[in-house]
């Protein structure tokens, strides 16, 4: 039972300007829901059809199926009161009660006399029926409507504490098991560590992202693929730009005038080849090292959330498990590092390869040499050569150079086609460099890293797994609270709609 308070159009001594639509605005909100049953007071000696909550009433329940109006101060208007509530000009579904009001000190039990005996012998109200008049009348009424209102929602009451019912229980089991020994730690911890390993191997190994659909940041292996293609584009870029940056076979001549000997002419030392090769490796050097750091960098902003992700109940243990993580990246990062400085010095090294495509290309430039030699030969022919692989080039200047031209076209030949397969040696070894360093992150290195980060000696994650976050156990208590007190609502509804079924009141 609600008492609302009364409308006010006209705000007096300080009330706001508003007061009439907040004074609405909450009478609309207790009368709105079909549950409410609308007791409307009207006052005998006004006209019913004037009245604001007549209207306000009708708004919510025009039917008037849940409307009941309380006719107040019958004896000081006596006067077509029976007309009023029998004629029901304004629509009041359940009926009018008309009673009296209590007068000064009159106590309960005598205002109740009271008005027995006024509508008992006044010659006008005694006339208006017996089932409509008195407070024990309405008192009556309302047990009667509220009962037939509140057997009309008991099913969706039903249905909407069910509903509850479950997704509180729903919402208890998403969170985390209590852990109360170190044997369930243990076990939810490794659990934690199954979960991330399967969802890694996922994403970096096989390639899928059904967990992360929308994230493209997360759909590693087409991410890996897209930076290995840069990478491969970045090895030839710098190439071609050295390239053109020379003036053709002028690098290759100066190297073979200071590593003149004591030895057959027109034979091409082995270390003129090294020492060219050594100067493209070291113009290329920096960009394996700059791709393996972009790399791990990559790879730890989707490490992280993958482990935050399947540890997100446990947020006690998510500094450590962060940690871990990028710790393990910095010495796989490190690895792969020491990894490349040792493939460009190897690289360096020696100049070797198995692969026939290294002769096919030489043999295939090597056919413009006749051609080259005879420019070289005949200052009347053209200055320009068209070298298939290479491109027209400018060859005039190196006619001053006739001894060392021969070896120096040779030489550039020879790089030409061993270059081609040091960059793709470059970029393959690359690729199964990291894809083997992924895979054993996931396989073997993570679980160690996150062991000892978190059972070692120091780490103590076993004990902070025990102590439940304030939020979680908070969270805990108010679900149980809650599906405690439904399950008590959804027995006691039962029990009344039982009764409802078997008595029928």
Not at 75 to 97: C, F, M, Q, R
Not at 170 to 185: G, I, M, Y
Not at 232 to 244: K, N
């Amino acid at each position: 039972m609600v008492d609302l308070p009364g409308i006010t159009r006209v705000p007096v001594h300080g009330q706001p300007e508003d007061i009439y639509e907040q004074i609405s605005a909450i009478i609309m909100e207790y009368i709105k829901p079909e549950e409410s049953i609308i007791l409307n007071v009207l006052s005998a000696t006004v006209d019913f059809s004037t009245c604001e909550s007549i209207r306000m009433s009708q708004k919510v329940d025009k039917t008037g199926e849940r409307t009941l109006a309380v006719v107040t101060k019958a004896d000081k208007s006596p006067e077509g009161l029976l007309e009023k509530v029998t004629a029901d000009d304004v629509n009041i579904g359940l009926g009018y009660v008309c009673v009296r009001n209590r007068i000064g000190d009159e106590s309960y039990e005598e205002a109740r006399a009271v008005e027995a005996m006024l509508f008992e012998t006044h010659p006008l109200l005694s006339k208006i029926h017996k089932s409509i008049v008195g407070i024990p009348v309405l008192a009556q009424k309302l047990v009667q409507i509220q009962a037939t209102i509140i057997s009309k929602c008991l099913p969706d009451i039903v249905r909407k504490i069910n509903d509850k019912l479950t997704a509180s229980v729903a919402e208890l089991n998403k969170l985390p098991l209590q852990l109360k020994s170190v044997p369930e730690a243990v076990t939810a911890f490794m659990r934690i560590i199954s979960s991330a390993k399967e969802s890694l191997r996922k994403i970096f190994i096989r390639g899928e992202f059904d967990e992360y659909p929308d994230e493209k940041e997360m759909h590693c292996t087409a991410r890996l693929a897209e930076m290995l293609s840069a990478y491969s584009e970045d090895l030839q870029s710098i190439s071609i730009q050295s390239e053109q940056n020379q003036t053709f076979l002028v690098e290759e001549i100066s190297i073979l005038e200071e590593a003149k000997g004591i030895n057959l002419p027109n034979f091409l030392p082995r270390s003129v080849f090294l020492i060219s090769l050594q100067k493209k490796v070291r113009a290329i050097s920096a960009t394996p090292d700059e791709f393996v750091n972009k790399f791990w960098e990559y790879l730890q902003g989707v490490l992280v959330p993958v482990l935050m992700k399947h540890s997100e109940n446990y947020p006690q243990l998510q500094p450590s498990i962060r940690r871990a993580a990028q710790s393990l990246v910095s010495k796989k990062r490190e690895q792969s590092v020491d990894w490349v400085l040792q493939i460009i010095e190897m690289e360096k090294l020696t100049d070797y390869t198995c692969n026939p495509e290294y002769a096919a290309t030489w043999h295939d430039l090597m056919k413009s040499q006749d051609q080259f030699m005879i420019i070289m030969n005949d200052r009347k022919k053209s200055t320009t050569l068209e070298i298939n692989g290479i491109g027209e080039v400018e060859v005039g200047h190196l006619r001053n150079h006739l001894v060392v031209a021969q070896q120096a076209f040779d030489l550039k030949m020879r790089m030409t086609a061993y270059w081609k397969i040091v960059l793709r040696r470059l970029v393959d070894s690359m690729a199964l460099h990291l894809l083997f360093s992924s895979q054993n992150l996931v396989n073997k290195d993570l679980e160690t890293e996150m062991v000892n980060e978190l059972m070692g000696p120091h780490g103590g994650g076993l004990e902070r797994m025990l102590e439940e976050s304030p939020s979680v156990a908070d969270k805990r208590d108010r679900l149980n609270g809650s599906i405690r007190l439904l399950r008590e609502s959804k027995e006691t509804v039962a029990e009344i709609m039982d009764n409802i079924a078997a008595y029928g009141d």
